[in-house]
């Protein structure tokens, strides 16, 4: 199992603004994934993380918007530039185990946008 | 991409009741997962299921990936079981990349 955690656990921001949101991992791993959940909907796959190279971003997202830092195999970073109200959701980061077979998440950063 | 539908999408429960959700996909996948998210928002992996039976406690669940779809059932339930059961599945591609199904609402009355 991995156990994450993620700082902070809830803010509430202004439009315009930026958040950074930071995930930690209990052992490291290679590639580690951003999720959003916007409210009352499921997760959509941000990007994908690599330690040492650009992180993949899935269709609809952007590295301006979300930009990602991975500096090391236990650490994360993903960054809610220029925010507005649409961008209220809860961030999810998640690692598979070292087997490949089961995926964790961590608790969540619950994101207010007024 | 995949597709990956959930039913019922709201479902509301009497303590100790018996229920099956269902979780339909539209293409070959590597991997299927289900997932609970609690009210507070942590999900919980309760099954890896790319294939046949598991049980764990009150939970089981089964994956016909031929006929794409998998089965979660929850037997006895208890006011903790409320919140959304997410299937999950990684596509052929592999990567690690997940799609996630739309989810059932579970609520379960005293």
């Known amino acids: 199992s991995a156990v994450i955690s993620q700082k902070p656990s809830r803010d509430i921001c202004q439009r315009g603004t930026s958040l950074t949101i930071q995930c930690q991992v209990d052992s490291q791993v290679t590639m580690m994934f951003w999720y959003r959940q916007q409210p009352g909907q499921s997760l959509t796959l941000i990007a994908t993380?690599?330690?040492?190279?650009?992180?993949?971003?899935e269709s609809g997202f952007v590295i301006d918007k979300f930009p990602i830092s991975r500096p090391n195999l236990t650490f994360s970073t993903l960054t809610v530039s220029n925010m507005s109200p649409e961008d209220s959701s809860i961030y999810l980061c998640s690692v598979w185990t070292g087997t490949g077979v089961e995926q964790y998440f961590g608790p969540g950063t619950r994101l207010t946008v007024t | 991409g995949i597709q990956v539908e959930q039913s019922p999408p709201d479902l509301i429960l009497q303590e100790g009741a018996n229920s099956t959700l269902r979780c339909n996909f539209s293409d070959s996948v590597n991997n299927l997962q289900w997932f609970h998210q609690n009210p507070w928002g942590q999900l919980i992996n309760l099954f890896y299921i790319p294939s046949g039976t598991k049980q764990n406690g009150r939970l089981s669940a089964t994956t016909v990936a031929t006929e794409r779809y998998s089965l979660l059932y929850i037997s006895s339930s208890q006011t903790t079981d409320s919140g959304v059961y997410f299937c999950a599945v990684e596509d052929s591609g592999g990567y690690q990349k997940v799609t996630f199904g739309t989810g059932t609402k579970l609520q379960v009355i005293p």
């Open positions: 993380a690599n330690q040492g190279s650009e992180a993949t971003y």
